[in-house]
């Protein structure tokens, strides 16, 4: 569940702030529990210029905690209308304070469509990252 808390919309600018969560049930070798997923973002854009942090917790009865915080920086290398292609370029940096691996940067290409949301890039560590997003 995703939820809009506030946002600022300016004549060549927005910015937005959310809330998200989530509940459900994880199953892992012998390990059965409920599990839920909270967290907060805030994002400022122009057509050419993106910026966003998130802070996420995930939290199981049995196994580990999951604690993740993100920064994204991107720029449009021209400015799309709507029903035109947009195309980012952005660099990710994720800390999991709960992971031996703990740090990452990614670059990654975002191009969006309409309703439709796609990108993927590979960490400085070889890491694959792809994601894809369709807005009702």
Not at 31 to 46: F, I, K, N, Q
Not at 64 to 70: I, S
């Amino acid at each position: 569940m995703n939820l809009l808390l506030k946002r600022w919309s300016q004549t060549d600018s927005q910015g937005n702030l959310y809330v998200y969560g989530g509940y459900g049930f994880h199953e892992h070798l012998d390990s059965r529990g409920d599990m839920w997923l909270g967290g907060v973002e805030a994002d400022w854009e122009t057509r050419s210029l993106f910026i966003l942090a998130k802070a996420e917790a995930m939290r199981a009865t049995h196994g580990q905690n999951l604690d993740l915080y993100e920064a994204r920086l991107g720029f449009a290398p021209y400015e799309a209308d709507f029903n035109e292609l947009a195309s980012w370029f952005m660099l990710q940096y994720q800390h999991h304070w709960t992971l031996k691996k703990n740090q990452s940067l990614t670059p990654l290409a975002r191009f969006f469509y309409r309703n439709v949301l796609w990108e993927g890039g590979v960490s400085l560590d070889g890491d694959v990252m792809m994601n894809l997003m369709f807005h009702f």
